[in-house]
């Protein structure tokens, strides 16, 4: 007897059933649809952290959206293995007629789809592909010569032109969900079984819409933390971005939504100059003669460079896995100008350790604190941390919470003197960029 034919929707970072452009296109084709996740170990195998928290956040969204499709008599089928290994076993075991996915714009994963693409056309297997986690993608948003934009302010002004109710309505995959393919549950792998532990850090919970009204007014001021924390779930897709944007709009919260821009953006430098994963993107910037002080560095990770705002913010970030975004940038710039430390080891920093860590805005975050990115402000914009202290946390509510010495009065002296640490950076940036 010849198998039933099916269809496999892949969920990587569209981790919800409702508003999901792949599932709603596959449940609205002819074959049931069984959903597939991979627990991909090119990715797990590069963790150093075991109770990484990212990958328990994805483990409970799995196990929660089993239960939910349990509801309609499915299961979503999870494997742990290489998307080679785990496709290979797939045909072996399923009359596969489509398989359909959401695009992901980073590196790896802009390779891996086209080597599967190549091996599903090889077996005669459709590979249908669409646009889920930001509102414009590819040449959508391009300048009049047909090239990307590599500045923010004016890709702003065609991203917001643009944006109309076509491109915000959500997909109501919800109607279709009878033609998921109808199985018992699968069970899913558990966090031992991956070589991982249960985090003991907490995971952020999803009510931004409170916070939009303030947010203009109170975003920049870091204790006040009145910002929405949604980075982890539009990583992961646990919410649609669609339906952000409807809300920004809803609450004519403009600066929030030119924040989701930002991320669009960002997006879509690292998916046009994939090269910037590893280089500056002005090339000029990777003649610097960065220092590379270890010693130093580790201060900067640990909290301890004497500077209570930079140190704040480490410790915010190792004890949380957050960091508020006017602090990422002036500990990016510190460690980039101040200590001379190549913006790579940073970024890898940041990429170990934030909870919503999100390729493309971590190297254009790093990349703009340097100068050696998508903006427009020159390299000598140098922060000074008391500065931006006696502006955004003038009564240290922040500093005094992250850095009780600094309350105590014992807060280590500064690793490096702002002012002699400006003169060295000037100097060493504009040898670079003459050379
Ligand atoms: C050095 C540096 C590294 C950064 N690394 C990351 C990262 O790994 N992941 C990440 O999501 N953001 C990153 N950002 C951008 C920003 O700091 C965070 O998005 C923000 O602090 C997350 O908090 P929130 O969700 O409360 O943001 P909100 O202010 O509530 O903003 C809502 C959402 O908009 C998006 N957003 C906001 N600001 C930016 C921005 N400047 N660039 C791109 N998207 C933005 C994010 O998805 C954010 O969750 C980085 C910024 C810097 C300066």
Known sequence: MSKQSINICWLRRDLRLDDNAAIYHALKSKDPVLLLFIFDKNILN??????????????????????????????????YGTPEEVWTGLLNTYNVNSVFTNHDYEPYATER???????????????????????????????????????????????QQKLNEFYLKSYPSKRYFNNFLTTPPFEIPSLRDMGFEKSTQALPGLDFESKLRDYEERRDYPADDATTHIGMHLRFGTISIRYAAREALKQNADKWLSELAWRDFYMMILWHFPHTVSQSFKPAYDKIRWRNNEDEFKAWCEGKTGYPLVDAGMRQLNETGYMHNRVRMVVASFLTKHLLIDWRWGEAYFAEKLMDYEMASNIGGWQWACGCGNDAAPYFRVFNPELQTKKFDPDYRYINKWLPEHKQQKHVKPIVEHAFARERILKVFKEALNS
């Not at 990484?52 to 999870?78: C, G, K, M, P, W």
């Not at 693409?117 to 077996?123: D, G, N, P, R």
């Not at 040449?139 to 004016?154: N, Q, S």
């Open 46 to 79: 590069k963790l150093l952290d075991k109770k990484d928290v990212r990958v328990n956040f994805i483990h409970e969204t799995i196990i929660h959206l089993n239960q939910q499709l349990q509801a309609y008599d499915t299961s979503i089928l999870v494997k």
């Open 113 to 159: 789809d086209s080597g599967l693409a190549e091996y599903l056309s090889s077996e005669s297997i459709a590979f249908r592909t669409f646009k889920d986690q930001i509102i414009f993608e590819k040449d959508e948003i391009l300048k009049a010569d047909g090239k990307p934009y590599t500045v923010f302010t004016p890709y702003f002004r065609q991203w």
